[in-house]
Structures are given as structure tokens and as C-alpha cells.
């Protein structure tokens, strides 16, 4: 589902959001601007902590995390598209 954090369309799971508001109660959602940017369907394209401000590692190891994490669903999405594409393909060969 796509949320809003930092100013940014983000793409985020209901247990990635949930993770994302206790890190934010706990460092302040302030630690989250300037520090990644995304593309219009909320995925986000890459992280840079910036040099002249201390950001909290687990901003920064979260937003991987996500990263990493919307790339595995687009794998698992695509190979399960295949999958199908297989089966079909299959069953008319007889």
C-alpha cells in the first residue's frame, strides 16, 4: 500500500508501516528527510544518509530493508506470473 513518509510516496507493507511508526516515535520522523528517494509507484530507488547530518542507524538499515524487501515481492510477483504462463502453455500441449 502506498504511504506517505518524509514528503515521499513510499510502498509499504502493513507490518513494514507499523515498524516504520514505532522507529519514528522513538527517533522522529524528521530522521527520515533527505535520506531516500522512490520512483511514482512508492519503490524506492535508493538510500544516501547524508554527510552533513547524523542519522540513526536504524533509519537507515529500515529503508534497506524496505528496499531490499519491495524488490524480493516484484521477483516473487514476476516468477509467479511465469509460473502460470507455464501451466497454460502446459495444458494446451496436450
Known sequence: ?????ANKRIDLTDSEYKVYNEIS?????SEFFDLFD????????SVFPP???QVSMVVVYFLFNVMINQRVRAF????SDVNYIKEKIDKTEV
Open 38 to 45: 522512490t520512483d511514482d509507484n512508492g519503490k524506492i530507488k
Open 51 to 53: 554527510i552533513d547530518k
Open 76 to 79: 516473487d510477483s514476476l516468477i
Open 25 to 29: 516515535n522513538m527517533v522522529g520522523k
Open 1 to 5: 500500500m502506498i504511504r506517505a513518509i
